[in-house]
């Protein structure tokens, strides 16, 4: 027994030498670090945008100065139109970005497993992939005329392959241990998809569903500028209108907020998914 | 000296019953003349509750072996019978699942067996404080030491009901003292859980120190060339005077195979 209490302790020992210890930092010293780069890189870009219009280069009325355009922003902030019309665009991004989750993750999972589907159109879905969304978009309308569905039509086929081939490439990077360890342990069929194949392939999927969300946008974007339907007012319609009447300050305001929505759900919706994932699986540096 | 080759010592029967009884095994990778015969009429019977070590140089086929018996590759020729037991096989890697905590590893064996959810509870307490990691139940692999997460392998193996252990060189890639007190911890689990365990090593006082008996295998292909009965009182010390006499002999034998090689 006596010995037995010795081993104990020996593990004890190793155990508190080995583990990790973590340095634990007070939340707001955590999100001050965070913020300070980009507020930094935020003025820089506002200073430089003032210099060049002070410049001279452009008059004003084609380039208005960044006190311009934000303080254009302002008003539009309180007009209920606008909300209108942002609401339109996020209802259509999130359904089209929906609808190509979907398909793509079960495009995905097809091709993931069948090594007849991956030779036969693995290429294919880079290809589309690579395909600018605009270039659909002819064919779309001639489908199915200035509608919802031409704009849902060409967000899929603009974030379907990204997302498709994101879970294609997580599955195909799994360690082969992991896999054999899931076999060992008696993983088959549907188990082994649920609780191996897929956590394990779940950094590339996240990764694949954030490619697929910017090209999601971009499509939209493409799309809104393209597709006018009547009586619904959309960030796209109200960058054209502003094209349409010279409206450079309006305009810009509006490219502003295309702008921070797209880096507000890259970073607030899919970063904060990812940088969960990779802290589980200790993948995050201390710094991140 | 307190051992001697198996030749003039006792030998199981392959026919007569034991845990894993392997006859005539045979497996060759490729085909043509490519081909490479990676064990070669491999015959081994490991009785109820032993502890064999496979021991061999580099190409001796330990790992195919185990996998053999674990069912992961076909057999080409000859026959593993392994009765109704449950096989458990652990790698040099931990293979933990990164992104489950400790419990939760363990808990997945049993939960592809379909075990209740209370009864998996209870027994993966159990698990981990066997293998004393019961406080770190809710870390994860990555927080863990190399030594720990290959605990946690362990109570993993375990939550499998397993009563064979093979064991494909679990500790060589840790640190000689961790290693050393990981021989204690594992000769004490399997002292008190009765398990049969095949363990692969290219260590050879790993294998002396732990092991009822040797088994060596020769290389390319593999075939068991001479076994060793380790009847050293334990618990042993890696470095005590009869460890370190038998694991000179059987040097002496494995330098031989290697040498052969040389031709």
């Known amino acids: 027994m006596a010995t037995d209490r010795t081993l104990d302790d020996d593990l004890r020992g190793l155990d508190a030498l080995d583990t990790p210890r973590v340095e634990s930092r007070s939340r707001s010293a955590a999100m001050w670090s965070a913020a300070w780069p980009k507020l930094l890189a935020i003025t820089l870009a506002l200073a430089t945008w003032q210099v060049v219009v002070w410049s001279g280069w452009k008059p004003t009325y084609v380039l208005p100065g960044p006190q311009e355009v934000l303080s254009r922003l302002g008003t539009e902030l309180t007009n209920s139109t606008f909300y209108r019309a942002v609401s339109v665009t996020l209802q259509r991004a999130v359904t089209g970005f929906a609808l190509a989750a979907v398909l793509g993750s079960l495009l995905g999972l097809a091709v993931s497993q069948s090594r007849i589907l991956r030779r036969g159109i693995g290429s294919l879905i880079t290809g589309l992939q690579t395909m600018p969304s605009i270039t659909w978009f002819p064919f779309a309308i001639l489908v199915f005329k200035l509608s919802e569905a031409a704009i849902l039509f060409v967000i899929v086929l603009g974030a379907g392959p990204a997302i498709a081939n994101g879970l294609i490439s997580g599955v195909d990077h799994i360690p082969p241990i992991l896999l054999r360890a899931g076999r060992v342990l008696g993983a088959r069929g549907l188990a082994s998809w649920r609780h191996v194949i897929f956590p394990a392939a779940l950094p590339g999927y996240v990764a694949g569903l954030k490619h697929g969300w910017a090209f999601a946008w971009r499509s939209l974007m493409a799309g809104e500028l393209l597709v006018i339907i009547a009586s619904r007012p959309s960030i796209g319609v109200r960058l054209k209108f502003a094209h349409e009447m010279a409206d450079a300050a309006g305009l810009m305001a509006m490219m502003l907020v295309v702008l921070f929505i797209g880096i507000a759900m890259d970073g607030l919706v899919f970063g904060t998914i990812e940088r969960h994932v990779r802290r589980n699986r200790g993948l995050l540096s201390a710094g991140d | ?263």
Not at chain 2, 97 to 121: C, G, I, K, S, Y
Not at chain 2, 244 to 261: C, D, G, K
Request: overall charge negative; proline content about 4%; glycine content about 8%.
């Open chain 2, 1 to 263: 000296m307190t051992s001697t080759p198996l030749a003039a010592s006792k030998r199981t029967s392959p026919t007569g019953g034991g845990a894993v009884v392997i006859h005539d095994v045979s497996k060759t990778y490729g085909d043509g003349r490519s081909s490479v015969a990676a064990l070669d009429n491999v015959t081994l019977s490991v009785a109820e509750g032993e502890f064999v070590c496979l021991l061999g140089a580099s190409g001796c086929g330990k790992s195919t072996l185990l996998n053999l018996i674990a069912g992961i590759y076909h057999i080409d020729q000859g026959t593993i019978d392994t009765g109704s037991h449950r096989v458990g096989l652990i790698f040099q890697e931990p293979a933990l699942f990164p992104w489950l905590t400790a419990e939760q590893n363990v808990d997945m064996a049993m939960q592809f067996r379909a075990v209740p959810r209370v009864q998996r509870h209870a027994r993966t307490a159990e698990l981990l404080a066997l293998v004393n990691l019961d406080a770190f139940g809710t870390w994860r692999p990555h927080q863990l030491s190399g030594g720990m997460q290959q605990r946690v392998a362990l109570a993993r193996a375990l939550a499998q009901d397993a009563d064979i252990l093979l064991m494909d060189e679990p500790f060589g890639a840790l640190d000689a003292m961790t290693r050393d007190v990981l021989h204690d911890e594992f000769e004490r689990i399997w002292q008190a859980s009765g398990l049969t365990v095949l363990f692969v090593t290219h260590n050879v006082r790993e294998a002396v120190r732990l092991g009822d008996r040797v088994v060596l295998l020769s290389s390319r292909p593999g075939r068991v060339v001479a076994e060793f009965a380790v009847d050293i009182p334990r618990p042993r010390r890696i470095d005590s005077q009869p460890v370190a006499e038998l694991a000179a002999t059987i040097t002496t034998s494995l330098r031989e195979e290697v040498r052969r090689h040389g031709h």
